[in-house]
């Protein structure tokens, strides 16, 4: 079977035009790691770019890549013309059996679906959720790929949901669903976590209204010091947003408090390796791939009890929830692990266990081929 795969070349996302090996998310990635073990497939990633740029002919044995130049008009002000006619002529060489669209929010799912040929979406995150949780003022970036989403869904032959809490959102506009998780990294499995003794809690997100840390700081003022705990802060602050503003002056004031910037992925596993425990106190979240990677490293996971998390976690046996509006409901939960090693050793055995039974990337990749047959053998 031929596939194409439609996905962000995040040498675009990122602007780092110079780099001659293009990388992708942490999702799609393991994806592909589990299609580079299936021989019966070809799979053929295309990606857009604004900027031309070298590139690799092949990623693995039977995966090619093809990067498509399209001038920046073709892109969001004009609803991605640009990158859907750059994409359906490639296609039209290609000629794959399935286009496969990675993510609602930008180029790809609108390409998939505007290509002309059997295709199937991934939506990674519910735009039209976020845009809602974050109220998105219109013609942000949020507000326009949540009306993005609602028009492309209802053209695509079928939606891969993540979890059932994406289902649940799209079953009134997708012909047909299914659910199934994320892949994780192969490379995840293999971390060995020894908590190094610090205590260290590690938080891992965009820092936003929408990942909650500054109630989750605040939560810890009265336990913290008690406790002996650190907590290290990952990911992507926009420093104009009041809200980072608002975060950099609380860890600023607070030893405890460590803000690290952007990890990739080795650092993230280093990180995981040395770590506590994961605390994710999200107000919504679909699948958060980080909640999968700290299983598949063993290390316990703290999460609020919202969006598909409850697909992810049990409370008590491969988790801990808490409830990220209540200071309380998050105290309880980091002293329920950080205070019980034996708890925290099950958590983490029993969550590594499930994480290889259920997110490895050959058992994903093994259904999205399932389910691209179905597509291909019922015309949905």
Known sequence: MKVAFLTIDNRQHDRNY????????????????????????????????????????KLAENTWFHSLYVPKVGWMRTSYQGCIRAVRRKLKVIRPDIVHGQGTERECAISAVFS???????????????????????????????????????????????????????????????????????????????????????????????????PFIRALDEM???????????????????????????????????????????????????AAMLALPSLEDNCPMVVLEAMAAGVPVLAGKVGGLPDLIEDGRNGVFCDPLEAASMRAGVSRILENAS???????????????????????????????????TNL
């Not at 001659?20 to 990606?47: D, R």
Request: aromatic share 8%.
């Open 224 to 274: 913290a010091d008690a406790a002996r705990l650190k907590v290290v802060f990952l990911g992507h602050a926009q420093k104009e947003d009041p809200y980072v503003h608002e975060f950099l002056e609380l860890t600023a004031k607070r030893p405890w408090c460590e803000y690290a910037g952007v990890a990739d992925r080795e650092q993230l596993k280093a990180r995981l390796g040395g």
């Open 116 to 214: 002309r040929m059997p295709n199937v979406l991934t939506i990674h995150g519910n735009m039209r959720l976020i845009a809602e949780v974050n109220k998105a003022k219109p013609l942000s970036f949020f507000w326009l790929a949540a009306h993005l989403e609602k028009t492309i869904l209802p053209r695509t032959r079928g939606v891969v949901c993540i979890t059932h809490y994406t289902q649940d959102a799209v079953k009134d506009l997708a012909r047909k669903t299914w659910v199934v998780p994320n892949a994780v990294d192969e490379s995840f499995f293999k971390v060995q976590a020894q908590p190094d003794g610090s205590r260290t809690i590690l938080c891992v997100g965009t820092i936003s209204y929408r990942k909650n840390q500054n």
């Open 18 to 57: 110079a780099a001659k090996v293009p990388y992708f998310g942490t999702a799609p990635e393991a994806l592909l790691q589990g299609f580079a073990a299936m021989p019966e497939l070809e799979v053929h990633v295309v990606s857009c770019t604004q900027k031309p740029m070298k590139s690799p002919e």
């Open 343 to 377: 708890l925290a050793g099950e958590l983490a055995a029993r969550a590594k266990e499930q994480a290889g039974e259920r997110y490895h990337p050959r058992v994903i990749a093994q259904r999205h081929l399932e389910i691209y047959r179905e597509v291909l053998s």
